[in-house]
């Protein structure tokens, strides 16, 4: 049994060996267990407000990147829109100028029709009055076989062409 119950001097033996060891470890190991831990505590402290810092950098980058999204989306936007209605002010233009250039056609068209209308209408007067003329030339050489009623006939007509020359 001596096993399990220790003797007085083993005891006294055992107790300076701790106290020994324990001295030692307050003196040079505690020390330095301490510091590191002390040093940790504050590179731990230290990470965790850099992480803080970055944490918060992150989102300020992000509310920019929002911005700059909502400020490109709103410009994107106004392209748009602005493009549309120049091409809107563009198709309008094209449609003026094409009303334009067919009112200006239809006015020169129009106008030819006029011209060739005068001309025809002239040349159908040219037509009708040598014909008249035939016409008459033979009524007249038909019933005027005598030459003395010829005379009268041509001073008479003479006369009515120099009044007619008269009043224009």
Request: glycine share 4%; no cysteine.
């Amino acid at each position: 049994m001596s096993l399990l119950t220790p003797d007085l001097g083993l005891l006294f033996w055992m107790l300076l060996s701790f106290l020994l060891v324990f001295g030692a470890l307050a003196k040079f190991g505690f020390p330095i267990i301490t510091g590191m831990v002390d040093k940790r505590r504050a590179h731990i402290t230290e990470s965790l407000l850099e992480a803080d810092k970055a944490r918060l950098r992150i989102e300020s980058v992000e509310e920019d990147a929002r911005k700059i999204m909502d400020e490109a989306s709103k410009r994107s936007s106004e392209m748009l829109s602005s493009a549309v209605a120049e091409s809107q002010r563009i198709v309008e233009s094209a449609r003026e100028r094409a009303e334009a250039d067919a009112a200006a056609r239809m006015e020169a068209a129009k106008s030819q029709i006029a011209i060739e209308k005068e001309k025809a209408l002239g040349e159908m007067r040219t037509t009708v009055a040598l014909l008249s003329v035939e016409v008459a030339e033979k009524i007249l050489h038909s019933k005027l076989e005598d030459g003395a009623e010829n005379n009268s006939l041509v001073n008479r007509l003479i006369d009515e062409v120099e009044a007619n020359g008269q009043s224009r």
